[in-house]
């Protein structure tokens, strides 16, 4: 009886419910941005115990291009969320929202996974390769799903 009185709360207030589903997906979004992260930390750790072995002086200019290339996808993955973020309207803020994480997250995932490999796999470069770790966690730590989303969206 308390459930289907709730349920009757919650479809007269439409309002809480869209929260309540929006916190739902904000939620499973963290979620998955912060294994994303443990996974690509767990990459660069491990990366680091045999890196020592792989110097290849005629490979050293992947070094560069790689952090380029993750420079570069993580720039797009802020603007990509921002264009994202701006079609999400009331009908499909659930899936939208969610691919408006997921897809900028993917983004930051792979160049820092080619960072990081091409740096501690290919040729030896701690340098690079923390800088492009730190550039990717920083871009997807920004991406995150914030509280004031909300209130952005203007339900």
């Known amino acids: 009886?308390?459930?289907?009185?709730t349920n009757k709360l919650f479809i007269m207030n439409d309002n809480a419910v869209k929260e309540i589903d929006l916190?739902?997906?904000?939620?499973?979004t963290r979620f998955l941005g912060i294994a994303i992260l443990v996974g690509m930390f767990l990459v660069f750790v491990f990366g680091l115990f045999v890196?020592?072995?792989?110097v290849n002086e005629e490979l050293a200019y992947i070094n560069l291009y790689s952090f380029i290339f993750c420079a570069v996808l993580c720039g797009a993955a802020?603007?990509?969320?921002?264009?994202?973020?701006?079609k999400i309207n009331r009908q499909n803020?659930?899936?939208?929202y969610?691919?408006?994480h997921v897809i900028p997250f993917a983004l930051c995932d792979l160049g820092g996974l080619v960072c990081i490999m091409s740096n501690l796999?290919?040729?030896?470069?701690?340098?690079?390769?923390?800088a492009g770790f730190l550039l990717t966690a920083a871009v997807m730590i920004y991406n995150f799903p914030?509280?004031?989303d909300y209130s952005r969206l203007g339900f």
Do not use: P
Request: hydrophobic content about 55%; proline content about 0%.
């Open 23 to 28: 916190l739902f997906v904000a939620r499973r």
């Open 78 to 86: 802020v603007l990509l969320k921002r264009i994202m973020f701006a």
């Open 98 to 100: 969610f691919n408006a």
């Open 146 to 148: 914030k509280d004031s």
């Open 121 to 130: 796999f290919v040729n030896n470069n701690i340098i690079y390769a923390a």
């Open 93 to 96: 803020f659930a899936n939208q």
């Open 1 to 5: 009886m308390l459930n289907l009185f």
């Open 51 to 54: 890196s020592y072995q792989n």
